[in-house]
């Protein structure tokens, strides 16, 4: 008979899902397995619901993925399934326990990449017998048995992936070897069949998923395949479809032909984590910062493609001055995005052989994020926290944009972002989560923009255009912020949006809002898509006058 077998995760959130659980469940069953059955589930259900979602399978082997951010739950799982059903044979994998000298009481632990070792486990357990120790040794080592890859998504997956991400790999493996990164140990690249890649992209589109993340380290490693993929991607512009690039490794000609797709389909997700070459070298990490400052340069201003970058704070011999510096060298790119992290001392990375020189304290169990150095006391370190908090607010909400354009040009960006990290703690505490009205009062009253007649226009726009919102928070309804009200008050293209009254005339670009004053009040209606496609949504500014509109399109 057949024995039930079962993979399982605890997902960080509903619209994540997971890619390992599909292959794996493939690999059992082209290894004679056909019982094998999947399950998914969020750290923030109850422990006992997904215990007994689980048992109703009742399972004879049970894998468990585990990651950074499920560790100690799936641990809290793993003891009630044992105690509920104590003959279950346990199997666990994932980053976060391949690297661990010995695995949870009564597992048998599967390192590195699991499908063959998998199907390997599955012929001793199946007939009743344990692996040999060389065996259960040889799984716990990182970088061997590689197996065939293979599809991971079926038919039956379908269902419970239409409003979820879609994690897609084309390869595994990375060239690189910076030693903060868990890739620097498997620098072997291999790729998946390009048409099986496009078999598996039709049957999810045909489904209806619309967002999709690949995983590959470096999807720009091979610059003919990543060109041919993106072409035909193009042919999709109502998706999404994220990547991680390298972006000094981008040549002009494959910036000549990024510079042709259709604008918002494809997110870039470019590392750029220091600027500071002793920092890059100690981590054995190579990056030519000019040519990446001058590709990301190109690709904002371009801006067809969706720019994230990412820095890293707390890097071997890497001051707060130092960490800051970078930040603003990035920011002046102006990137749709910029991610401020902090550094993890991960279980295996090669980047725990500096701890001593560079007295590390950090935490012991997930995150494992960096408390303090030699170079950045507890104090900086909790700077740079708020900090990271407030940028994220008030920058990477994208609510903001036209006002932080026009201040940054006067106003430094560290100086700028602090001023507003004290203003918050100054009149809130800094767990205390602000409203949105209160995130642009807070942002005036920093600033003092509603002194200035173009400030307080160019906030009023922010409010309304970059979020769709038919009413201005109060403090906008008030004294110098109100205007008469034009007679009509909805714009009659879908007798819904408002009109608001403006004291300038306004005009979008791609580089951002132009504000000339008026001597009459100007009326606009914002008017944003009924739904949300791609990376770049943006709204229509339509003018209005008493007989007749007259549209202007950002």
């Known amino acids: 008979m057949q024995p039930s077998i079962g993979i399982v995760t605890l997902n960080a959130k509903f619209i994540h899902s997971s890619l390992s659980l599909r292959s794996l469940r493939n690999a059992a069953r082209q290894g004679g397995f056909p019982l094998t059955w999947i399950r998914e589930f969020t750290i923030n259900q109850p422990l006992w619901k997904i215990a007994a979602e689980i048992q109703k399978h009742q399972p004879d082997i049970l894998g468990i993925s585990i990651y950074i951010w499920n560790r100690q739950k799936s641990f809290e799982l793993i003891e009630i399934l044992q105690k509920q059903k104590p003959d279950l044979k346990i199997v666990v994998g994932g ?17 590195g990449e699991g499908e063959a070792k998998w199907v390997e486990y599955l012929g001793y357990a ?19 048995d590689l197996p065939e890859l293979i599809a991971p998504y079926l038919e039956e997956d379908l269902p419970n992936l239409k409003n979820r991400y879609a994690y897609i790999e084309t390869s595994r493996g990375c060239p690189y070897l910076c030693s903060f990164c868990l890739s620097a140990l498997d620098e072997k690249v291999r790729y998946f069949d390009e048409n099986l890649i496009r078999e598996q992209l039709t049957l999810l589109i045909d489904a209806g998923v619309r967002k999709f993340k690949f995983v590959d380290r470096t999807f720009n490693l091979n610059p003919k395949r990543m060109k041919r ?20 490794i981008l040549s002009d000609d494959m910036l000549d032909f990024l510079s042709n797709v259709p604008p918002g389909v494809f997110q870039f997700e470019i590392g750029v984590q220091t600027l500071n070459e002793d920092v ?9 910062n000019i040519k990446l400052f001058s ?31 970078s930040f603003e060298q990035v920011l002046s790119l102006g990137p749709h995005e910029l991610q401020l992290g902090f550094l993890k001392f991960l279980p295996g990375a090669p980047i725990k052989s500096l701890i001593k020189e560079f007295d590390y304290r950090y935490l012991s169990v997930p995150p494992y994020e960096v408390l303090a150095n030699r170079d950045l006391s507890s104090e900086d370190m909790i700077f740079l926290k708020h900090f990271d908090e407030i940028f994220d607010l008030f920058y990477n909400s994208k609510r903001f944009r036209f006002s932080l354009d ?4 006067t106003i430094q960006p560290v100086d700028l972002f602090t001023r507003l990290l004290n203003r918050k703690q100054e009149t809130h ?44 928070p109060a403090f906008m309804r008030e004294g110098s912020w109100q205007l008469p009200r034009f007679e009509r008050t909805t714009w009659e293209g879908d007798r819904k949006t408002p009109i608001h009254t403006f004291t300038h005339q306004l005009e979008l670009s791609e580089t951002g809002a132009q504000l000339t004053p008026s ?11 009924a739904n949300d496609s791609g990376y770049f949504t943006r709204p229509t500014l339509h003018q209005v006058f008493p007989n007749s509109p007259v549209n202007s399109r950002a």
């Not at 980053?95 to 390192?111: K, Q, Y």
């Not at 199946?126 to 061997?144: A, I, W, Y």
């Not at 993929?229 to 000094?248: A, K, M, Y």
């Not at 340069?297 to 990412?310: A, Q, V, Y």
């Open 95 to 111: 980053p976060e326990v391949s690297f661990d000298e010995v695995p949870p009481p009564g597992c048998t632990l599967i390192a």
């Open 126 to 144: 199946s007939g009743g017998s344990v692996p040999p120790t060389n065996v259960l040794d040889r799984f716990k080592s990182f970088g061997t």
């Open 229 to 248: 993929l993106i072409e035909w991607l193009s042919g999709f512009p109502d998706r999404e479809f994220h990547f991680e690039v390298v972006g000094d």
């Open 280 to 288: 890059n070298s100690r981590m054995d990490r190579q990056q030519n």
């Open 295 to 325: 590709a990301i340069k190109r690709l904002i201003h371009e801006d067809r493609i969706h720019i994230h970058c990412d820095l890293i704070f707390g890097l071997p011999g890497e001051n707060r001055k130092d960490a800051l510096a």
């Open 406 to 409: 026009h201040l940054l040009q």
């Open 429 to 472: 505490s800094m767990d205390e989560h602000l409203s949105l009205d209160n995130q642009f009062r807070l942002f005036s009253d920093t600033f003092g923009l509603h002194h200035d007649p173009t400030s307080r226009d160019r906030l009023k726009l922010d409010f309304l255009y970059h979020r769709k919102q038919f009413r201005l």
């Open 519 to 529: 001597e009459h009040p100007v009326y606009y209606a914002i008017v944003h898509p």
